[in-house]
């Protein structure tokens, strides 16, 4: 092909002056450097660590070369770690000579048994700037940059034009560079660090997620529904600390100024200061503002629509088949069995059977239209104790063995109906709230038992369902921030209500956030049958920092490679390891300085 003179005349610096260790291209310094020595193992995108620095021009190249000559070169290599393993006179050489035997013998099966590419990769780097002081500034930037990724760099003296050369559009590789920074590399190791591979991932809508590995913009539209995204939902887990709690409400704030409805449920008290710069309702869920009546009837979103395109269509139809009254006889059974620890069957069917009669008594059966009611028609726990007492005393006087059943159940529920814990669930619903933006703090229950947390937090979930699922038009993220207060392994049932949540999410315009610091609770095995179901569903995960058993249990949940691993074992906050179905990145949340305004004082910030 001929030259095209036009444009390197365009292309080409007025003047260039040579020096020892640089260069002068027109008003410009520059400074070359090649890459010597890479990671034995290489990090999810490693070379953009080094490639993508501001100020500077990278020059990647690789040739292949012949794989048995290279095989045989290889297997003497090993064999000469193997010896100085042997013979080392200290343990650190016995530790690095035995971890290049150990990189060299996975090389080599790669290459040999799965058939890999090697080949000579050849990174220059040039740093530009208009003054010295700036160019020393880039200069050490990048250096620093590669020893953090264990890679060695060498100022290449008396090369300078060669090493222009070879970074320049207008020439190709430049053999006197060549032979000083040729190194054999397998292919797969130079693709899965290449910088251009990582270009971002852009919805045509949404919103600015953060950055990945390479520094390319992430624009995120969790309602897209196309391919393997097929819900809204999302996980988030890692450890405290690692930036969690931040990269949530960065989430949630975008969501709501995209108009969506936002409902959080809160433990911590995190969200308190963001839900009042929202404009939204913040109500105190322990006691106070926010009391939900247990025995108060949820009334649910009656489908007129066939959906064949949902995966649990006909599970869903079934229970849609019930009446308001069983699914609540059936999310009663739930909360009475978190309640009391020592229920047994027979004081439930008891229960149950108590709560049919009682119902009867206010008027509301099978087919009674719930919509209709008011918060004041219901009956409360002291209405259910006192039902409950009477029959006692009847069974009793009818000399009935039975009131000792009885007898015994409404002991049990004196506590709610009358005593410490009636200032939660005895009385009328008062939590109710059309505000698009929800926050349901339960922090004054932190000194409480965890059967109580996990109780209300039960309870709290089936009213944050309800309104998800009212009305399909409107798009609603509920948010469940330590969602491990759920898991009871004697009751497995409110990680199924949970997971049945998730999977009909879809079908209401609704995402559920799952946040939890941990994924071992999950992965019980009591309770892995919904767990990891729940961890598994959503098309959106996001993964941070993790290690000891929770990092070898997400290993094994999302088949992590050894990057990943490296990436989460990092602990970096801020960085996490992003699914959106099945394509996954290194994600960077580098949140605007106006959101954080928003984000208040407490948790991540």
Not at 374 to 389: G, H, S, V
Not at 406 to 432: P, Q
Request: with cysteine; charged share 30%; net charge negative.
């Amino acid at each position: 092909m001929e030259k095209n003179r036009a444009l390197l005349d365009v292309i080409a610096p007025m003047n260039v002056k040579i020096k020892k260790d640089s260069l002068i291209l027109g008003e410009n310094n520059a400074q070359c450097f090649g890459v010597i020595s890479y990671p034995q193992s290489a990090k999810y995108g490693w070379l953009s660590e080094i490639t993508n620095i501001p100020g500077t021009v990278a020059s990647i190249s690789f040739e292949t070369v012949n794989s048995g000559e290279f095989l045989e070169h290889l297997n003497k290599n090993i064999s000469v770690y193997a010896s100085e393993a042997r013979d080392a006179k200290n343990e650190l050489e016995r530790l690095r000579a035995e971890q290049a035997e150990k990189s060299g013998k996975q090389l080599l099966k790669r290459i040999d048994i799965g058939g890999e590419q090697v080949g000579l990769v050849s990174t220059a780097i040039m740093s530009v700037a208009g003054d010295n002081e700036t160019i020393g500034k880039i200069s050490r930037r990048q250096k620093s940059a590669a020893s953090l990724i264990k890679c060695k760099e060498r100022l290449l003296s008396f090369r300078q034009l060669d090493a222009f050369s070879q970074i320049s559009p207008t020439s190709g590789k430049n053999k006197n560079i060549s032979s000083m920074i040729d190194r054999v590399m397998p292919l797969s190791s130079v693709v899965y660090g290449f910088p251009h591979s990582h270009g971002g991932y852009t919805d045509d809508d949404g919103y600015y997620l953060g950055m990945d590995g390479a520094g390319g913009l992430v624009i995120l539209d969790t309602w897209k529904r196309s391919g393997d995204r097929t819900n809204s939902n999302m996980v988030v887990l890692g450890i405290n600390g690692t930036g969690k709690s931040t990269a949530v409400k960065h989430i949630i704030l975008n969501e709501f100024m995209l108009g969506k409805r936002i409902i959080i449920i809160d433990p911590e008290r995190e969200y308190k200061d963001m839900c009042k710069a929202c404009g939204g309702d913040w109500i105190n869920a322990a006691g106070g503002k926010g009391k939900i009546n247990p025995l108060q009837i949820k009334v649910s979103s009656k489908d007129t629509q066939d959906d064949d395109s949902y995966e649990d269509n006909e599970e869903d139809t079934e229970e849609e088949k019930l009446s308001e009254l069983a699914i609540h006889l059936k999310n009663l059974e739930v909360f009475f069995s978190l309640y009391i620890n020592s229920l047994t069957d027979t004081k439930l069917a008891i229960i149950k059977r108590s709560l049919i009669e009682l119902y009867k008594i206010f008027n509301i059966d099978w087919d009674t239209d719930n919509s209709k009611l008011k918060a004041e028609d219901y009956p409360i726990m002291e209405d259910l104790y006192n039902y409950i007492l009477s029959e006692a005393e009847r069974m009793k006087d009818e000399g009935d063995d039975q009131f000792k059943e009885y007898e015994d159940i409404a002991r049990l529920f004196e506590d709610v109906a009358k005593g410490g814990d009636s200032f939660l669930w005895n009385g009328h619903t008062t939590l109710n709230s059309d505000a698009q933006f929800v926050v349901l703090d339960t922090k004054d229950l932190q000194d409480s038992s965890e059967r109580i947390k996990g109780t209300e937090y039960y309870l709290l979930s089936t009213w944050m369902w309800a309104e998800m699922s009212r009305d399909r038009t409107e798009k609603v993220v509920g948010v469940f921030d330590e969602a491990y207060l759920l898991i009871d392994k004697r009751v497995p049932q409110t990680l199924a209500f949970l997971r049945n949540a998730s999977k009909r999410c879809r079908k209401y315009e609704g995402s559920m956030i799952i946040i939890s610091h941990s994924v071992v609770d999950f992965l019980d095995e009591s309770v892995k049958m919904y767990g990891q179901a729940l961890l598994d569903l959503p098309t959106y995960k996001f993964i941070f920092g993790c290690d000891g058993e929770n990092l070898k249990q997400t290993k094994q949940l999302y088949n992590l490679n050894d990057s990943e691993e490296e990436l989460l074992l990092s602990k970096n906050r801020g960085h996490a390891l992003f699914f959106a179905g099945s394509k996954r990145m290194h994600l960077n949340f580098k949140i605007p300085e106006y959101e954080k305004e928003y984000m208040g004082n407490a948790g991540g910030r």
